[in-house]
């Protein structure tokens, strides 16, 4: 089959590398010329594991080509994908439509033959309408089918995510439209991952409401972390012991310091949103939201108290700054409400995230970056652990203890183990979990900030 894939962001390029893969011919349409030029030249726009050899092999094979003018792929096409940014609308959380909005009036404009256009995007409720009203309103007599096929890919794991799915929902009730969409998935269900056909409405919903779900787990968990903290639980083990049961399940059971990223934040705010303009109340989606905003404060005084309280002079090593491991995606990174607070009480931070920093100088110029993990934590007052990246799990300890000007370390996602950390004589502060000391060498100042 013959693609146009509208967007090439995280979600587009993974999306267009993967169907290249599957033996379709897809050309990666964006507007961001700079984007499609680094392509054209072989260098990734994002990082994302995987992918540059995906993408390289699929050119190289003459499955995948990439353009700035969507008029050409958008006639040659049979699938026209919309995987354009819906960002929160500035000002009241609403999804911003505009972009998607402006790609249908574009190939409403180039639409030639019977094709089936898919939103990719995460969308309201609604929006598929909209965009075929746009389409046939611009082009009364196009053959066209409009399509909603949400996309559920984690950035990280975001081609693995795209060719092992839990399961692929596509919303139409239109009879070519499927043929083409099981044509476009077939590689996939011969792998027995589900399809779920629905209309196109509970397609677009089921969205949001997975989003508002997995935000949710996050949440609960969390604020039954504050709790561990407060009886003297460990959440670690609270976590597994209601994850194994199988209603509830062991995944999205992790405390941190607050869920961020390029979707569960805004996807949360949107469907609020939604919810409003139907007058049906979602007051558990409006809880998480104030409740995630205020985690990611708590953390920001989590990490002044395992200080002492006053960070005025105080040297903080940061490492993770990214919203999560695996991805230099840092939107709506914990980091960007946790790192501000800490400068603003008078710590200076020296970081260091192993893809994020490019992106994180440009939303947090204030920081001192650092070359790799021990740069960072040399001379500094303590060590704060932010995003799990794999190189953090394996730190030297031995290193980090003699080159920290204090023993302090403040884990905000459970990295470590409480024993193994008092043992290579770290005061030890993690999520859920009563802060340690080394019973033997502690000094009378590191047993006041345990
Ligand atoms: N990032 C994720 O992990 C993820 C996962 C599932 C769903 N989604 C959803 O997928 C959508 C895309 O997300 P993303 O993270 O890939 O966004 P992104 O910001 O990384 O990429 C969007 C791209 O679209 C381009 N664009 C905008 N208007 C265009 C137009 N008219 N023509 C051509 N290109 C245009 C932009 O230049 C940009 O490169 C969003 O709705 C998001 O909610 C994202």
Known sequence: MRVAMIGTGYVGLVSGACFADFGHHVVCVDKDADKIAALSRGELPIFEPGLPALVQSNVREGRLAFATELAGPVSQADAVFIAVGTP?????????????????????????????????????????????????????QADVAVVSNPEFL?????????????????????????????????????NAA???????????????????????????INEIAELCERVGADVQEVARGIGLDNRIGTKFLHAGPGFGGSCLPKDALALIKIGHDHEASLRIVETIVAVNDQRKRAMGRKVAAALGGNLRGCTIAVLGL????????????????????????????????????????????????????????????????????????????????????????IDLRNIYQPEEMTAAGFVYHSIGRAAVAPPAEISPSLRAIA
């Open 194 to 220: 589900p399809i779920l056909y629905t209309d196109r409405r509970t397609a677009e919903l089921i969205k949001y409401a997975a989003n508002a779900y997995l935000a949710t787990k996050i949440t609960f």
């Open 322 to 409: 990214a919203f999560k491991p695996n991805t230099d995606d840092m939107r709506e990174s914990p980091s960007l409400s946790i790192l501000p607070l800490l400068t603003e009480a008078g710590a200076t931070i020296r970081a260091f995230d192993p893809e994020g920093m490019g992106e994180a100088k440009k939303l947090l110029p204030d920081l001192d970056y650092c070359g790799d993990a021990y740069q960072a934590i040399e001379g500094a007052d303590a060590l704060v652990l932010l995003t799990e990246w794999n190189e953090f799990r394996a730190l030297d300890l031995t290193r980090v203890r003699s080159l920290l000007r204090a023993p302090v370390v």
């Open 154 to 190: 984690r950035e990280g794991a975001a081609i693995r995510d795209f060719k092992h799915p839990d399961r692929i929902v596509v919303g139409t009730e239109d009879e070519r439209a499927r043929e083409v969409m099981a044509e476009l998935y077939r590689p996939l269900y011969l």
């Open 88 to 140: 929160s609308r500035r000002g009241d959380g609403h999804a911003d439509l505009s972009y998607v909005y402006a790609a249908a009036r574009e190939i409403a404009a180039t639409l030639d033959g019977f094709t089936v256009v898919i939103t990719k995007s995460t969308v309201p409720v609604g929006t598929g309408d909209e965009v075929e009203r746009i389409i046939r309103e611009a082009r009364p």
